[in-house]
Structures are given as structure tokens and as C-alpha cells.
């Protein structure tokens, strides 16, 4: 069985008439598709701030007819993510999750720093995920999901603030042969690399896009459609992925 894993990040809902607009569009798309993908991955910055009305309305737009799995960004907050996001108890613990979905397990796990850009994944969570992936039937490959990519993406505004124990997390996963990739946020760009010999999926971000050195200013480019990934990992646990731009109704391309 083809896992489909739709994946989106960086939403910064912040009360703005332009950022409900532009994630009404992304999950209006991802509702509206002839196939439904088996869960939707939410990769951080769902908030802008630890705002309640921020989550109250991603509560209300992330409620879709298939699962989605969320973990947190640097602009998230634990507590309210988990209060006025998923209706539990507040709690300002790490927030990491294992979901099974489709013949597979995605780890949500939480790479950021309470009050800090940059991430890191604690030794609670690194013994978590290491636990969690023994623990797994022989036969069910695994995604792990976090906010901060651990290497770096040439350019020097998210590079200054990516995962700062990368060398942890590719120490782990040489004991762990079942990952079969591993998916961000916070590049606010869709890009594809490698991380301890895994594929490393950026998705493109919600609210806008970062321009890459090489394209000039400014840094966010808010003219940008947002944007979708979509993960397939198959039996023989190869991960494919494509890329899609969400464009307004009517619009040209």
C-alpha cells in the first residue's frame, strides 16, 4: 500500500485578512481533490503568536475529513497548540506524537526552543523518537516530522536558525534503517535534499516564500502562491514527492 502524505508549513495565522485567505485556499485545494490524501502534515508556524484566536482559527480551518497531524514552530507555543488547537490539557512539555497512518508511522516530533528562533531536539525527545522507532512492528516504515531542517539550505536568514544538533539526530538514525525520510517546515520553499543518507523535504510555505540569494529582494516574496507537498512512500519504502502552487480561482498561470 502508497502512503499519500499531503504536507504544508508555515502558516502564521495572525488575524490578517491575507493570511485566513491564503490557508482557506490551501485546504479549500487539498479538500477539493478528486483523491483525498490519507492525512495532512503540518509542519509548524501554525500560529503567529501564542495568540488563543490564532489557534482557535486554525482549529477551525484545519478541520478537514482525513487526519492531520501538526507539530510545532519556533512562532508556535506548546501550550496553546495543544489547548485551543487540539482541545487538551496545556502543557508546556515537548510536544511529539507518532501517528500511524496508511501502513506507516509519522513522528511529529518537536525540534524548536521555547523563545528561540533556532531548534534543537532534547535529549527527551531524541530518547522518544528512538524508543518509539524500536518499538515498531519489522514491517512498518517511518517519516519523521519536525519544523527546523538539520542542515543547511544556503540561505543565511532560516540557516542562522536551523537544528543545532543535526549530528544527534544522524547518530540516531544510523541504529534505524525503517526512516525512510524525513520532512520540514521553515524555509518558507519547497526543496528536496539529503540528511544521514535519508531524503530531507522541505514544504513550501503557507503564508509566503523566501527568495533564495540568487533571486534578489526582497526576502519574502508575498506575490507567491502558497504552496503543497505531496509525499508518496511505497511498499518498497522509496519516497516520491511533487510539488504544487495553490493559485486563486480564475487565476492565470
Known sequence: MTLLLAHISDLHLDGSE????????????????????DALLVTGDIADTPAREEYEEAARLLDLPFPVIVCPGNHDDRAGLRTHLLGEGASAEPFNRVHHVAGAAVLACDSTIPGEDGGRLDTATLVWINETLSD?????PALLAFHHPPVRMHHPLPDSMRLGNAD??????????????????HMHTGGATMFAGRPLLLAPGVTWTLRMPWEGEPVADRTQ???VAFHLLDEDQRLSTHFRAVMRAGAEV
Do not use: K, W
Request: aromatic share 2%.
Open 18 to 37: 491575507r493570511a485566513t485567505e491564503r490557508a482557506e485556499r490551501t485546504v479549500a485545494y487539498l479538500r477539493d481533490l478528486p483523491q483525498a490524501p
Open 136 to 140: 515498531l512492528p519489522a514491517d512498518v
Open 168 to 185: 544527534d539526530l544522524a547518530g540516531l538514525l544510523r541504529a534505524h534503517p525503517r526512516v525512510a525520510g524525513i520532512l520540514v517546515g
Open 225 to 227: 502562491p502558497p504552496g
